[in-house]
């Protein structure tokens, strides 16, 4: 049933532009040249605004996950990576659901893949017409018709080009993924500009420098009592302080330290005699995927929310849904939960807020962890890397492991493989919480996907530097 679903969107499929596979092998030195020229588009995209929109200074709605989708309010990067996400999660559940059936067979990969990128079209343009008509560029009746439509055809030709760029990558032409790559930007971009950001807000206790780092200098050579400026540098609220730097710099070593976490299966040719090696499992089988898909879900959910509060602010079911209100003092304007499930599904901001709401923070923590752990589980099943599917590519190397025949290969990998998917995941939405709750800087969430994505382009590097034999071969 699921495959015939597919089958009868294929014609569909074939409207959406595609990427090429590379016809022979690309070298290092072009991935890197093409990852860059991708991530250069990408960063000016982000800094060209849409035409036609008004200016405006409220509260951003979809500032707590900005970072996360790579987007940029007011430019052509607005709806970032959410389209893609948001299809990918959308697949993924009815994969996992079993309402489609993804088989084995690279035929039927293709037609998920195909399917995965029209929805993530239909979406941006679902996300484009909401966004102008719910008033974010300003009063559809003061924009005009024609206004309104432009700026929906530019954030659907953005998304577009996003799609492109990410199959560019993900095709062979450069390194990784785009979706990784402008997350990773996103985040590191983040957290340079909060240490270190020129830019001054008066906070009502005077003129304050955004930058943490900057900000203590100010600070000390500003404030009489040196103590009470440094205390205030460290301690600072709504704006980056010390405290979040050091948060974010403890949470990249602790991630760091749980990528070396994996076991090694002994594996063997059967094709040559004495020739071995291992298969490797990580304690992070799935990567970041758990966390990037949890974040698209919340994500909506607030959209969906915010959109309904300003339409229908009192209603009794909107306010389930949750209850929105403004940041006061310095910083940028902000909305935020303050009722509601996604109250209850938004991290505390201090562990003095855990003392303040302990039922928030048991909800969240619960959330977080069993949706971390559900979507690695899931994940390994449509993404290729199930017991079955690892099975099948040593098979195909002439491999097998140790002590096992062919047959009983599956069983074992199942030990491992499904129960380090679950507890993988369930260890990434534990330390995304913890950075949280110390206040790391670009929220828990960011930092766990900015050092995972930042090893695996180390990772990528190492091994080719391995096979080229230095790191001067691979560039030149």
């Not at 996950?65 to 959410?82: D, P, Q």
């Not at 293709?110 to 079209?121: D, E, H, T, V």
């Amino acid at each position: 049933m699921g495959i015939k679903i597919l089958e009868y969107i294929q014609p569909f499929i074939s409207i959406i532009p595609e990427v090429a596979k590379p016809e022979r092998k690309i070298q290092f030195k072009e991935k890197v040249l093409w990852t860059a020229v991708t991530l250069f588009i990408f960063l000016v995209c982000c800094q060209i605004p849409l035409f036609g929109i008004m200016s405006s200074d409220s509260a951003d709605p979809f500032y707590w996950f900005r970072v996360i989708m790579a987007s940029n309010r007011g430019t052509l990067m607005e709806l970032g990576i959410s389209p893609i996400v948001t299809s990918s999660l959308i697949m993924q559940l009815l994969a996992g659901a079993k309402i489609i059936e993804v088989g084995d067979t690279p035929k039927d990969r293709s037609l998920f893949n195909g399917a995965q990128k029209l929805f993530g079209m239909i979406i941006t343009l679902g996300q484009a017409i909401v966004y102008v008509m719910t008033g974010m560029y300003g009063q559809p009746s003061e924009l005009g018709v024609v206004i309104c439509m432009i700026i929906v055809l530019q954030l659907l030709v953005a998304g577009l080009v996003v799609l492109l760029l990410d199959e560019l990558l993900q095709k062979g032409y450069g390194l990784g993924s785009g979706i990784s790559l402008f997350i990773a930007t996103n985040i590191c971009e983040t957290i340079v500009w909060k240490s270190l950001s020129p830019a001054t807000i008066n906070t009502g206790r005077g003129t304050e420098f955004e930058g943490a780092i900057i900000a203590l200098f100010h600070l000390l050579a500003t404030r009489p009592d040196k103590i009470k400026g440094l205390r205030e540098a460290f301690y600072r609220q709504n704006l980056p302080n010390l405290l979040n730097l050091m948060a974010t710099i403890i949470v990249f070593g602790i991630v760091i330290y749980f990528q070396g976490f994996r076991v090694d299966l002994p594996v063997k040719s059967t094709r040559y005699r004495g020739q071995q090696g291992t298969y490797p499992i990580k304690l992070f089988y799935t990567s970041n995927t758990p966390i990037i898909l949890q974040s698209a879900l919340v994500s909506n959910l607030y959209f969906i929310s915010q959109m309904l509060a300003s339409r229908f602010a009192g209603n009794f079911i909107v306010n389930i849904l949750g209850v929105w209100d403004s940041v006061p003092g310095g910083g940028p304007a902000r909305s935020y939960p303050t009722g509601g499930l996604c109250y209850y599904l938004s991290p505390p901001e201090s562990f003095g807020h855990v003392g303040q709401d302990p039922i928030h923070a048991v909800l969240y923590i619960a959330f977080m962890l069993g949706s971390c752990a559900f979507f690695s589980k899931t994940w390994i099943e449509v993404s290729g890397s199930s017991a079955k599917d690892v099975a099948k590519q040593l098979k195909e190397q002439n491999m097998v492991m140790r002590g096992h025949r062919e047959t009983s290969m599956i069983k074992e990998l199942n030990r491992y493989i499904p129960t380090a998917a679950a507890f993988g995941g369930l260890c990434i939405g534990a330390l995304s919480v913890f950075a949280d709750f110390l206040g790391a800087i670009g929220s828990g969430t960011g930092i766990l996907l900015a050092v995972t994505i930042i090893y695996q382009y180390f990772e990528m590097f190492a091994k080719e530097q391995q096979e080229m034999g230095g790191f001067g071969s691979m560039l030149f």
